[in-house]
């Protein structure tokens, strides 16, 4: 079925080309011209009735589809959405009937048995609280297919968001008038937190009992320093035990401090009072992994398996390890300390949710999300080692909650802001050029200083590609358009 749109259009400038089109194919969805299922004009044929060229044309179906009025199959073309997907025109529910909501497909990249187990939970929860939504998992093993999109995509790689530019992601704040009152925590207007992952000590009590080195009770950066030197020291000199591996990334050392080096990186111009402290930040921060040269990055899994067959008393990892210990050793499990960076506060990684804008079930996806950031799905990522999106989730025994003495019971450990890189250019910048320079500083002995300033020289020559690579893109597109 291919209605036509009206030939005969008022003669206004091709600024207008867009509005025009996009208001002609809506109220003919709204008043019952264009039909669910309708196959919309070729985007040549929208060029000719419109009189405009095919960027207006590409913008404005573009806005269709992020309203939900219209989707796109590949290489097929453009089609009116079901009724129910335009919240205008929807007309209620007869009253002796139900709603009936389509499935939706959630890809995730956690699929450990124990990851699988836990999102089998969550989805049995949902059945229960909501009789209207139907989700199934997909569980990445393959590469993603561009012609049958996901609606919904766990990140599960905390740090490689270049992955969310593998779908064209939606605008979910664009669905709240006021997202805080909603109950809905945002990273980006496309990305939303699941739950956040940290810098965390794992140790076993037995073996710093049989060896009598102290339990960790440390609740600063200074105090921590201090019990990781007293404990290195006596590790060192061991005759059966070694020094303790990491799989930690040093940037992470840095708290809050990280996100001002990154805005200073990419600034043009930075006070240079500044460089002066974050100098001091980062000595601190790979100060001891320098002296005992801990775990290059390669030798991680190696320490994690020396940690678990008890020949060092502990191991500096990610929270996400939890469920990796728990598949390995089921017989014996570590405990868990924090990890606090230079600024006192405990590191976080955001573990994004987004949404694609190609999905048919945009209202079922948000709904989606919105469960699992509600407070049952929170705790039960916290009883599995995760850190939920707010601290009350945590619970008591969690290990982000530590006796507070001078308040009399429990007090919540101070995180930082999450790690999120909101662009691809902030992703390399943090990652592939800074990041290594402090790798550089803790296993080849550069120092900070050196550090630093090759990360500002190579960040702004990175820049200035980029921007390059983009200006001949424009060019080339809008030759392609306008020739």
Same mark, same amino acid.
């Given at each position: 079925?291919?209605?036509?749109?009206?030939?005969?259009?008022?003669?206004?400038?091709?600024?207008?080309?867009? %509005?025009?089109?996009?208001? #002609? /194919?809506?109220?003919? +969805?709204?008043?019952?011209?264009?039909?669910?299922?309708?196959?919309?004009?070729?985007?040549?044929?929208?060029?000719?009735?419109?009189?405009?060229?095919?960027?207006?044309?590409?913008? %404005?179906?573009? $806005?269709?589809?992020?309203?939900?009025?219209?989707? @796109?199959?590949?290489?097929?073309?453009?089609?009116?959405?079901?009724?129910?997907?335009?919240?205008?025109?929807?007309?209620?529910?007869?009253?002796?009937?139900?709603?009936?909501?389509?499935?939706?497909?959630?890809?995730?990249?956690?699929?450990?048995?124990?990851?699988?187990?836990?999102?089998?939970?969550?989805?049995?929860? *949902?059945?229960?609280?909501?009789?209207?939504?139907?989700?199934?998992?997909?569980?990445?093993?393959?590469?993603?297919?561009?012609?049958?999109?996901?609606?919904?995509?766990?990140?599960?790689?905390? *740090?490689?968001?270049?992955?969310?530019?593998?779908?064209?992601?939606?605008?979910?704040?664009?669905?709240?008038?006021?997202?805080? #009152?909603?109950?809905?925590?945002?990273?980006?207007?496309?990305?939303?937190?699941?739950?956040?992952?940290?810098?965390?000590?794992?140790?076993?009590?037995?073996?710093?009992?049989?060896?009598?080195?102290?339990?960790?009770?440390?609740?600063?950066?200074?105090?921590?320093?201090?019990?990781l030197e007293e404990l290195l020291d006596v590790l060192e000199k061991h005759p059966a035990l070694t020094l303790p591996g990491s799989n930690q990334q040093p940037l992470l050392r840095l708290g809050n401090v990280f996100n001002r080096i990154l805005d200073a990186?990419?600034?043009?111009?930075?006070?240079?009072?500044?460089?002066?402290?974050?100098?001091?930040?980062?000595?601190?921060?790979?100060?001891?992994?320098?002296?005992?040269?801990?775990?290059?990055?390669?030798?991680?899994?190696?320490?994690?398996?020396?940690?678990?067959?008890?020949?060092?008393?502990?191991?500096?990892?990610?929270?996400?390890?939890? /469920?990796?210990?728990?598949?390995?050793?089921?017989?014996? $499990?570590?405990? +868990?300390?924090?990890?606090?960076?230079?600024?006192? @506060?405990?590191?976080?990684?955001?573990?994004?949710?987004?949404?694609?804008?190609?999905?048919?079930?945009?209202?079922? @996806? /948000?709904?989606?999300? $919105?469960?699992? $950031?509600?407070?049952?799905?929170?705790?039960?990522?916290?009883?599995?080692?995760?850190?939920?999106?707010?601290?009350?989730?945590?619970?008591?025994?969690?290990?982000?909650?530590?006796?507070?003495?001078?308040?009399?019971?429990? %007090?919540?450990?101070?995180?930082?802001?999450?790690?999120?890189?909101?662009?691809?250019?902030?992703?390399?910048?943090?990652l592939n050029i800074f990041n290594i320079e402090l790798w550089e500083c803790i296993l080849n002995g550069r120092s900070v200083r050196a550090a630093l300033n090759n990360s500002r020289c190579f960040a702004q020559a990175y820049l200035h590609l980029q921007l390059d690579r983009q200006t001949m893109n424009e060019r080339q597109e809008s030759m392609r358009l306008y020739n």
């Amino acid at each position: 079925m291919n209605t036509e749109l009206p030939n005969e259009i008022p003669a206004l400038n091709k600024d207008a080309a867009g %509005a025009r089109i996009v208001r #002609a /194919i809506r109220d003919g +969805i709204r008043n019952g011209v264009l039909q669910s299922g309708t196959k919309l004009q070729s985007e040549k044929a929208l060029t000719r009735i419109y009189g405009c060229n095919v960027y207006h044309v590409r913008q %404005a179906l573009q $806005q269709l589809k992020e309203s939900g009025l219209i989707y @796109s199959v590949p290489k097929v073309g453009a089609f009116v959405a079901a009724p129910e997907m335009d919240s205008a025109a929807a007309p209620l529910p007869a009253a002796a009937g139900l709603p009936v909501s389509g499935a939706i497909r959630c890809r995730t990249g956690s699929n450990s048995p124990a990851q699988r187990q836990l999102w089998k939970q969550l989805l049995d929860e *949902l059945s229960d609280r909501n009789h209207f939504l139907q989700v199934t998992m997909d569980y990445e093993t393959a590469e993603l297919d561009r012609d049958g999109l996901p609606d919904v995509r766990e990140c599960s790689s905390p *740090l490689a968001l270049y992955q969310q530019s593998e779908m064209p992601l939606l605008n979910v704040r664009n669905f709240f008038v006021d997202a805080a #009152a909603a109950g809905m925590e945002f990273l980006s207007d496309c990305a939303l937190p699941f739950y956040y992952s940290g810098n965390v000590l794992f140790y076993n009590r037995e073996l710093l009992a049989k060896e009598r080195l102290p339990l960790p009770e440390y609740r600063d950066f200074a105090g921590q320093s201090a019990y990781l030197e007293e404990l290195l020291d006596v590790l060192e000199k061991h005759p059966a035990l070694t020094l303790p591996g990491s799989n930690q990334q040093p940037l992470l050392r840095l708290g809050n401090v990280f996100n001002r080096i990154l805005d200073a990186l990419i600034a043009p111009e930075v006070n240079p009072g500044d460089w002066d402290e974050f100098a001091d930040a980062c000595e601190k921060a790979v100060a001891i992994r320098r002296r005992f040269r801990i775990s290059p990055p390669k030798q991680a899994n190696a320490n994690i398996h020396a940690f678990l067959a008890g020949k060092t008393p502990f191991f500096l990892g990610f929270s996400s390890d939890i /469920i990796q210990f728990r598949q390995l050793y089921s017989e014996w $499990q570590p405990e +868990i300390y924090p990890y606090f960076s230079v600024d006192d @506060s405990c590191s976080t990684v955001a573990v994004p949710l987004v949404v694609s804008r190609e999905s048919r079930q945009v209202i079922e @996806s /948000i709904r989606f999300l $919105q469960f699992l $950031q509600s407070e049952s799905p929170q705790r039960h990522l916290a009883e599995q080692g995760m850190i939920p999106l707010h601290p009350e989730f945590c619970g008591a025994g969690h290990y982000l909650v530590q006796t507070d003495a001078a308040a009399g019971g429990l %007090a919540a450990v101070q995180r930082a802001r999450p790690l999120f890189f909101q662009t691809p250019e902030e992703h390399y910048i943090g990652l592939n050029i800074f990041n290594i320079e402090l790798w550089e500083c803790i296993l080849n002995g550069r120092s900070v200083r050196a550090a630093l300033n090759n990360s500002r020289c190579f960040a702004q020559a990175y820049l200035h590609l980029q921007l390059d690579r983009q200006t001949m893109n424009e060019r080339q597109e809008s030759m392609r358009l306008y020739n």
